[in-house]
Structure formats: structure tokens, C-alpha cells
């Protein structure tokens, strides 16, 4: 099968664009589509990071440090874009005007006001296509749950619970990031750096919180700088929202929970749904596994477990009774975007990438989440807004 080749370039070097190179590379392990990316550039600020990429990825033609030098490179179609979130609305907005294709990493600008000059951008660029980062919904067990979203399968939902427990920093001694400072992550917190993967798959199911009422943790107070000396951590450590959703046919709750320090967890994303008829609940800590509880009235009240098979969104290699995981839900994500690059509202499956709406909701859900925090209220949300 002959393929469209996505000329993409990289700007941040860091963790996850090497995640990308990665995801490119095994693309042989997706067997029915007709597009690939190849990574033609690379751009990071410090020219050390960019070095893996010169060493490992064979198709990398250039390597900068402007990344505006890199914009202006003919050679290259879309943008992945994983920098701090103090420069998203800056490059992010140069990316679009160039006339590049962007991924970029959540949540799309600092604060409110950073994303809506994003947002700004993207209305002035409709032949630009701009998604949003976020892998887990890709997982055959959540694809599974939003097919029974679909299919109503729920009757009368009881509640909602979704969250994304990290857990990488209950170790004191842990090195401060940027993640810590609010001048690179932003007030929001484990919000922004977090929040995104939780609200994906709730708002594209159109449940969007009516209210928000927020407590918001600082666990770990300070922490070391790597020169001896202990800094303040600035940001909060996990969220938890309690929210109202409203549609035009029911209401429920919905529990929302960030959360960097998690004993005992390591990366588990999560969503549970409760309903009259139907209950489901999926988590990347059992992967395989995904949980329902059919209910007739009258009938027994049982929870049952069953192997999820390697069913992905686009068809690889892989055989049905292995186990699927973050890298392979990665490479769905990019296949996806690449789809639609290549096949615009014709992509292979339904299910595409985070949109830059779906990110702009979340600023909304944050920012109401910072002001219930302040003040100690359930702070109202009106969407006509």
C-alpha cells in the first residue's frame, strides 16, 4: 500500500517528542492505513536535546534552536509541539500562522486569557488542523466505554468519576521542575498538566459541568533545587471537582481528580460511570480489564470482569490476546491525527484527537475551579457564555 508522508517537525526534545520519534518509528505496526509521518526537523532551545533525535532518528534533515527557523522551513507540513506551558500561546500561535498542522501538549496556554489568543489563531487559520495531546482515551477499554456512551446503554446516569492519578512526586527529595513554578505551569497547576486527560473523553460525551466546586492540595511545601537548596513548590499538587452536569434529558454528579501525589498509583487514568441500566469502569492499572454491571430491575446486582482483547481504533500487528499499552495507545493517537491530515472529516474511524474547543472547555472548568477555591463556593458555569 502506498502511503502519504506527513513531513512533521519537532519543536521541544524533551520526554514526549521522543515519544513521537518512537510512535514513527513502529509504524509497521499499523497494518490498513495509508499515511505515515516522517520527522524531517527538530528544535529545542538547548541543542544538547536535540542530539538523540540527530543520532537515532534517521530521517531528521536539520536540527535549531529558533524554532521560528524551523517554522520557516518549507519541507514541513504539521508540528508536534511539548514545551512549558508559559510558551504555548506564543509558539503554538506562530505555528498556526506559518500555516503548520499542530499537535501540541495540554492545555493549550497558561491561563484563560493565553488560550483564547490561541483559540483567536485557530478561527483566522480554518486550512490549519490543531489538536490537542491526549493518549489514554485510545485504550480499547476506553474506546469500549465511549461505544457504550453511544449506545445509551446507561439508562439514568447515576454519577460520573474520572481522574488521573501521576504519582511521580510523593518522593520529597525529588528535584523541583517547571511543573512547580506558576511563571511555567500556571496557577492551574496539576489542573493543566493533568486536567486534559481527564475531561477528553467527558466532553466529548457533551458533559459539561454546570458547576464546579474545587479542593485544591499542596502536600509537598518545598523541595530541593539540585544546589542545595530547598525552593518552594508553587503549584498545586492534586485537585479534586465536584461538578453538576446537566443534559437536555438528565442530571448527575461528576467527580474530577488531578493528582501528582497518589500513593501507590504510577500513571493510572481512569473513568467509572454508574447507571440505572448499566455501569462500566476502565483503568490503565488493569488494562486488559473492563468492568460492567448490566441491571434489569429485579435482577442481581453483580460486577463483571472480562479481558478487554488488543482491539485498537487502527489495526496493527498485534494479536487480540495480548496486552495493550501506553506506547501503543500513543501511536493510535498519532495515526489518528495523521488520518486526519491526510482524509480531513473521512478518517478511517470516529474517533479523532482532542480539539482545541475541548481544550478551551477545560481552561473554563479550571479557571471556575481556581475561583471556588478562593472563595470557598460551587462556582456556577453558564456554556451560552
Known amino acids: 500500500m502506498s502511503k502519504t508522508i506527513i513531513r512533521f517537525g519537532v519543536i521541544g526534545c524533551g520526554l514526549m517528542g521522543k515519544e513521537f520519534a518512537s510512535a514513527a518509528a513502529r509504524w509497521c505496526h499499523l497494518t490498513q492505513v495509508d499515511f505515515a509521518p516522517s520527522i524531517v526537523a527538530v528544535c529545542d532551545a538547548n541543542a544538547s536535546a536535540t542530539q538523540w533525535f540527530q543520532e537515532n532518528v534517521p530521517s531528521v534533515e536539520a536540527a535549531y534552536t529558533d524554532y521560528k527557523e524551523l517554522l520557516a522551513n518549507p519541507n514541513i507540513d504539521a508540528i508536534y509541539c511539548a514545551v512549558p506551558h508559559n510558551l504555548h500561546a506564543q509558539i503554538y500561535i506562530d505555528i498556526i500562522k506559518a500555516g503548520k498542522h499542530l499537535l501540541g501538549e495540554k492545555p493549550f496556554g497558561i491561563d484563560q486569557e493565553a488560550n483564547s489568543l490561541i483559540q483567536q489563531a485557530i478561527l483566522e487559520s480554518p486550512h490549519v488542523i490543531v489538536r490537542c495531546s491526549s493518549e489514554f482515551p485510545f485504550f480499547p477499554g476506553a474506546q469500549q466505554i465511549a461505544t457504550w456512551v453511544e449506545e445509551n446503554k446507561f439508562g439514568k446516569i447515576i454519577e460520573v468519576e474520572a481522574g488521573f492519578w501521576h504519582s511521580s512526586d510523593l518522593d520529597p527529595t525529588k528535584l523541583i521542575n ?14 493543566g498538566d493533568l486536567g486534559m486527560h481527564v475531561l477528553h473523553l467527558p466532553l466529548r460525551f457533551g458533559w459539561k459541568p454546570q458547576s464546579v466546586r474545587a479542593l485544591l492540595s499542596k502536600i509537598v511545601p518545598n523541595r530541593p533545587d539540585g544546589n542545595g537548596v530547598m525552593v518552594p513548590c508553587e503549584t498545586w499538587d492534586n485537585a479534586i471537582l465536584a461538578c453538576e452536569v446537566q443534559t437536555e434529558s ?15 498509583h504510577a500513571n493510572t487514568w481512569f473513568i467509572r460511570i454508574t447507571g440505572t ?39 496493527t500487528i498485534t494479536g487480540g490476546i495480548f496486552e495493550f499499552g501506553f506506547s501503543d495507545s500513543i501511536l493510535q493517537m498519532w495515526a489518528a491525527f495523521c488520518d486526519e491530515l491526510v482524509h480531513n472529516e473521512a478518517i478511517q474511524q470516529p474517533f479523532y484527537c482532542a480539539t482545541p474547543e475541548e481544550a478551551g472547555d477545560s481552561h473554563i472548568i479550571f479557571t471556575a475551579a481556581l475561583a471556588s477555591y478562593r472563595t470557598g463556593q460551587t462556582i456556577p458555569i453558564d456554556w451560552r457564555n
Open 178 to 191: 517547571w511543573k512547580r513554578r506558576t511563571a511555567t505551569n500556571g496557577e492551574y497547576g496539576c489542573m
Open 250 to 264: 438528565q442530571q448527575f454528579p461528576m467527580l474530577l481528580s488531578t493528582k501528582r501525589i497518589a500513593p501507590g
Open 277 to 315: 441500566a448499566f455501569s462500566a469502569e476502565f483503568t490503565t492499572k488493569n488494562p486488559k480489564q473492563v468492568a460492567s454491571l448490566p441491571y434489569t430491575p429485579g435482577g442481581i446486582q453483580a460486577w463483571h470482569v472480562a479481558d478487554a482483547p488488543y482491539k485498537s481504533a487502527y489495526a
